[in-house]
């Protein structure tokens, strides 16, 4: 069983920065791919941005240019550098672990953080 556990939510100012960190433990496991989601009241759970094994990069149109994935491998450890915040950027994050298939090489079950909360707002 593996946990994630996410950090640094919290009140922030349009245009201001935060820093999002997403730790797993628990278990040894293979990495396929880890990613951010967020969800808004009265909204589904969208993703966010993604950072694969390779250290592949994908986004949201929303955030492109202002939100950057990273990952300390040693660590076990995913970030999310969000900048230029706005208030559409106000939701629950939440952090996803994908783990690899030791028989496929691919995709196999994934593990969710129990989200932080990142308001923006004046």
């Known amino acids: 069983q593996v946990q994630l556990v996410e950090s640094g939510g919290g009140l922030v100012q349009p245009g201001g920065s935060r820093r999002l960190s997403c730790k797993a433990s628990?278990?040894?496991?293979?990495?396929?791919?880890m990613g951010w989601h967020r969800q808004a009241p009265g909204k589904q759970r969208e993703l966010v941005a993604v950072i694969g094994s390779r250290g592949g990069t994908n986004y949201t149109d929303s955030v492109k240019g202002r939100f950057t994935i990273s990952r300390d491998a040693a660590k076990n450890t995913v970030y999310l550098q969000m900048n230029n915040l706005k208030a559409e950027d106000t939701a629950v994050y939440y952090c996803?672990?994908?783990?690899?298939?030791?028989?496929?090489?691919?995709?196999?079950?994934?593990?969710w953080g129990q989200g932080t909360q990142v308001t923006v707002s004046s």
């Open positions: 996803n672990l994908v783990v690899r298939s030791v028989t496929t090489g691919g995709p196999a079950g994934d593990y």
């Open positions: 628990g278990g040894v496991f293979s990495f396929y791919a």
